[in-house]
């Protein structure tokens, strides 16, 4: 299951949203990342609180080095003192930017928030191997495992792109 989620690309990103207030990663998220480490993948991962945070601080207690962080207009967090990189002025536009530099993705999704789902819908159309941890703090409800190519992540973002294309994201 790692290699068809992590795909055949050295980069490797991580993104999650701030609604992650576990204290540490799910078992899962640490055995892909622990597999990222062993393939020697470039990782990057975004400065925001929540699941961001959790990634660093996993990545800098595994010792890991090669590791860049992504910001906008400030960096707010560098567990490992790594590398950063300025990947845009405002949220959008670096997790746009970041996407589009990644060859697969690890991303936890809390409670549907809609600028998660966007960059899911992204790595989808970009066809991006993503694995996606889904979870719910209103129904302690989990959903793990690669994305859907037939599931629609942002109803409004899909009915955007097939009125401007003519077509569905995908197929």
């Known amino acids: 299951m790692d290699e068809v989620v992590l795909g055949k690309g050295k980069k490797l990103l991580l993104m999650g949203s701030k609604a992650y207030t576990d204290s540490e990663l799910p078992k899962v998220v640490k055995q892909l990342l622990n597999a990222a480490i062993k393939e020697q993948m470039q990782i ?53 930017n970041m996407i589009e530099a990644c060859d697969s993705a690890i991303i936890i999704w809390v409670n549907q928030s809609s600028q998660i789902a966007a960059n899911i819908e992204r790595l989808k159309w970009l066809r991006k191997p993503t694995f996606l941890y889904e979870c719910s703090s209103y129904s302690d409800k989990e959903r793990i495992g690669p994305l859907d190519p037939n599931r629609v992540y942002q109803p409004f973002l899909y009915q955007k792109f097939k009125a401007k294309y003519g077509k569905p994201p995908i197929g």
């Open 44 to 96: 990057v991962v975004g400065e925001a609180s929540g699941a961001c945070r959790l990634y660093q601080d996993y990545l800098h207690s595994q010792g890991y080095h090669d590791v860049i962080v992504g910001h906008a207009r400030s960096l707010r967090y560098n567990a490992g003192d790594w590398p950063d990189i300025k990947y845009g002025d405002n949220l959008v536009e670096r997790e746009r």
